[in-house]
Nanobody, 120 residues
Framework: QVHVVESGGGLVQPGGSLILSCEAS????????VAWYRQVHGMRRAVVAR???????FYEDSMEGRFTISRDCAENKTYLQMNSLKPEDTDVYYC??????????????WGQGTRVTDSS
């Protein structure tokens, strides 16, 4: 069993910063990529930023240059540094971790989400 927990969301003014954290725990045989997603207006979740085990990163166009994803593989923790926040960044952000929990293939394990809200 694998558990993923996000934290760090909250109220933020335009131009402000937040750091979101994601921690995976449980039976983790091997870990592949971890990504942060957002779900706008109940639609399908979209990738905001993704980091693979080699350290290579990917960002959604509107986030590149403002957001930075990083990872502590030893602690199974992933972070999303969010700078220069805009009102349209308001959303629930989810962490999805691609993990093999012993079944021999990757599965995406999801956290419960953490909300980022524009306070203006």
């Amino acid at each position: 069993q694998v558990h993923v927990v996000e934290s760090g969301g909250g109220l933020v003014q335009p131009g402000g910063s937040l750091i979101l954290s994601c921690e995976a725990s449980g039976t983790i045989v091997r870990s592949n990529a971890v990504a942060w997603y957002r779900q706008v207006h109940g639609m399908r979740r979209a990738v905001v930023a993704r980091i693979v085990s080699s350290g290579q990163t990917f960002y959604e166009d509107s986030m590149e240059g403002r957001f930075t994803i990083s990872r502590d593989c030893a602690e199974n923790k992933t972070y999303l540094q969010m700078n220069s926040l805009k009102p349209e960044d308001t959303d629930v952000y989810y962490c999805g971790a691609e993990i093999d929990d012993g079944v021999g293939y990757w599965q995406i394990f999801w956290g419960q989400g953490t909300r980022v809200t524009d306070s203006s």
